[in-house]
């Protein structure tokens, strides 16, 4: 404690009500880089397979009935569109992460902690 007091010089006088959400934030935010990463590889294959099949046709279906024509490169096309949707959504999420309640003390009223 003379050295290495764990208020003081650990946690720097943080709520554990804080530091907890704040460690899974951080967490999940590390986690989403891999996601959006391995999401747009996904997406980038998707579009390959749309121009390599641009004029491949096929049937389109609608609640498991024939409908119209459609290519397979127009499927492979509207796959790559939801995954990059998804990219937009979690990259927009994880903008909100980088929001931490750090800062305070213990429910915000600096009991406990040093000048």
Excluded: W
Excluded at 2 to 10: A, E, G
Excluded at 22 to 27: K, W
Excluded at 67 to 76: H, K
Excluded at 81 to 97: G, M
């Amino acid at each position: 404690y003379t050295r290495l007091h764990p208020n003081d010089d650990v946690n720097l006088s943080q709520s554990t009500n804080d530091v907890y959400p704040t460690a899974i934030r951080l967490t999940v935010l590390r986690a989403c880089e891999g996601l959006v990463s391995a999401k747009v590889g996904l997406r980038e294959a998707f579009r390959a397979k749309a121009l390599q099949h641009a004029n491949a046709l096929k049937v389109g279906r609608t609640q498991l009935q024939d409908a119209v024509p459609m290519t397979v490169g127009q499927e492979f096309g509207a796959f790559a569109e939801l995954i990059d949707e998804d990219i937009i959504q979690l990259q927009s999420a994880s903008r909100l992460l980088l929001e931490i309640n750090l800062g305070g003390s213990a429910i915000g009223t600096s009991i406990n902690v040093p000048r």
